[in-house]
């Protein structure tokens, strides 16, 4: 079974600075998707990026990049330039390529962005 | 937005009661997912199916059960509810191609069972 771990349960920091999310997973599947899903106060589920495992180059949204370190199981999230919209809680999220397309979520990370 | 509706948004009720939620999609999706999220356990799945009347278990699936008669419903039925099953309840939708389609999610139901 695969399982993923964030293991900061909050963080804090002030506008415009960077912050990264730390995610790690641990699997025994060669391909995979990873994600990461940002809730605000609203309760909505909203894609931020995702990262296919095949591929090497790491994901990039605008102000949202990851760190993918296969080999390391490592799927961090940078926010560069943070803003006072990017509070809210952020889950990474693993899922296999095959069957049905679940998502296992680690814990959440309550990410604070001061002003 | 992907067209997802959740009923009800909020529901208080009693230990032993069963209980119902709906999950409404207009995007003709196959896959259908409920979720449950509690304090420090993240989003964690509890049935997802994946046509109509073919659903299987999750990773929390004791306790619930869940029915699929038409493409667009999903429900999920606590037969008898307990204190332990308060939680917020996700649903949603999935595409099987291309693959690497992301869930979309509805906007949850605050279940409490007092």
């Known amino acids: 079974a695969q399982t993923v771990t964030q293991s900061q349960p909050e963080m804090s920091v002030q506008e415009a600075e960077t912050v990264t999310l730390s995610c790690t997973y641990d699997t025994s599947e060669n391909n995979y998707y990873l994600f990461w899903y940002k809730q605000p106060p609203s309760r909505q589920m909203i894609l931020v990026i995702r990262q296919e495992a095949y591929k090497q180059q790491n994901a990039t949204e605008n102000r949202f990049s990851v760190n993918f370190q296969k080999a390391a199981k490592s799927f961090s999230l940078k926010i560069s330039d943070s803003q006072l919209g990017d509070t809210a809680m952020y889950f990474c999220?693993?899922?296999?390529?095959?069957?049905?397309?679940?998502?296992?979520f680690g814990q959440g990370t309550r990410l604070t962005i001061n002003p | 937005d992907a067209g997802i509706t959740q009923s009800p948004r909020h529901k208080v009720t009693e230990t032993g009661t069963p209980v119902t939620l709906r999950c409404h999609q207009t995007e003709n999706h196959r896959y259908m997912y409920w979720y449950r999220q509690d304090p420090g356990h993240g989003l964690r799945l509890i049935h997802y199916s994946y046509g109509v009347k073919d659903t299987d278990k999750g990773e929390v699936s004791d306790g619930y059960s869940v029915s699929r008669s038409k493409t667009e419903d999903f429900l999920l039925t606590l037969e008898s509810a307990t204190s332990s099953q308060t939680s917020v309840y996700f649903c949603a939708i999935s595409e099987s191609q291309p693959f690497n389609q992301p869930q979309h999610f509805g906007d949850g139901t605050r279940l409490s069972i007092l």
């Open positions: 999220a693993f899922m296999k390529l095959q069957g049905a397309q679940k998502l296992v």
